[in-house]
């Protein structure tokens, strides 16, 4: 074979194999989404209850996530105060789905999950002490019909309902939202209950017996150009 055929027949072999690269590397991220946490907008809302100094709120947010995912967030709530008990109220939690409707916030356990209709005990966090939980929604879980448990199945903003929808509107904003031209949101509103530890101390003088926070969140679909090993917006 001649010289001019083999660097032919190499620079065949090195476009396909750069195509095939390339087309792995775009079917992977095909259906990645990336979750955001709107931490200044829970900031505000401490701070115009005066619990700005005496309550931080944070998750553990992974880079990407499959659109089927998460089926969970795992949230931190920090108690920086000196002489406040702070209860979290997790059968009054809830979450608010992109699409208007509000379901019940269930804690994680290690156990099997038999029944979600159970009430939920509040968590204490003393003063100076962060409480770290994973916590879903009821919408998440499944009954399994053989063992009798609860499964998460379902991703927590379930944008993947909308894709078969009989509603052509929402089949619509499936289809925006897959080719980047519209976002969804969701939120955790969270519960608690503050109480002061000096004895002798009127309930609610100082600090309000009942604090609502919201923590909104962002569902947007990434581009396959996230994938590229130089993207600085990784």
């Not at 010289?3 to 090195?14: A, E, H, K, P």
């Not at 002489?83 to 269930?106: H, K, L, M």
């Not at 003063?127 to 927590?156: C, H, I, M, W």
């Not at 909308?162 to 925006?176: A, E, G, I, L, Y």
């Amino acid at each position: 074979m001649r010289t001019g055929d083999n660097n032919l027949l190499i620079l065949t072999l090195y476009i396909i194999g750069i195509s095939y690269t390339f087309n792995q590397m775009v079917e992977s991220i095909a259906d990645q989404i990336k979750l955001e946490f709107n931490k200044a907008a829970v900031d505000e809302q401490l701070k115009n209850q005066n619990l700005k100094d005496k309550i931080g709120i944070g998750f553990s947010l992974k880079t990407t996530y499959s659109i089927e995912d998460p089926k969970e967030l795992s949230i931190s709530i920090e108690n920086k105060s000196e002489d406040i008990a702070i209860y979290v109220d997790w059968d009054n939690c809830a979450f608010e789905e992109f699409d208007g409707t509000s379901r019940r916030v269930i804690r994680k356990s290690p156990d099997l999950t038999r029944d979600l209709a159970v009430p939920q005990i509040p968590s204490l966090i003393v003063p100076k002490k962060t409480l770290k939980e994973a916590v879903s929604s009821e919408a998440v879980f499944q009954r399994d019909q053989l063992s009798g448990t609860y499964t998460p199945k379902n991703p927590l903003a379930n944008i993947l309902k909308w894709k078969t929808s009989p509603v052509r509107s929402q089949r619509t904003d499936f289809n925006k939202f897959m080719s980047r031209k519209r976002s969804f949101e969701f939120s955790l509103d969270l519960v608690l209950r503050l109480a002061e530890t000096n004895v002798g101390v009127a309930q609610g003088s100082n600090v309000p017996p009942l604090c609502i926070v919201k923590c909104p969140f962002t569902v947007r679909k990434l581009s396959w150009t996230y994938a590229l090993p130089w993207n600085k917006k990784r």
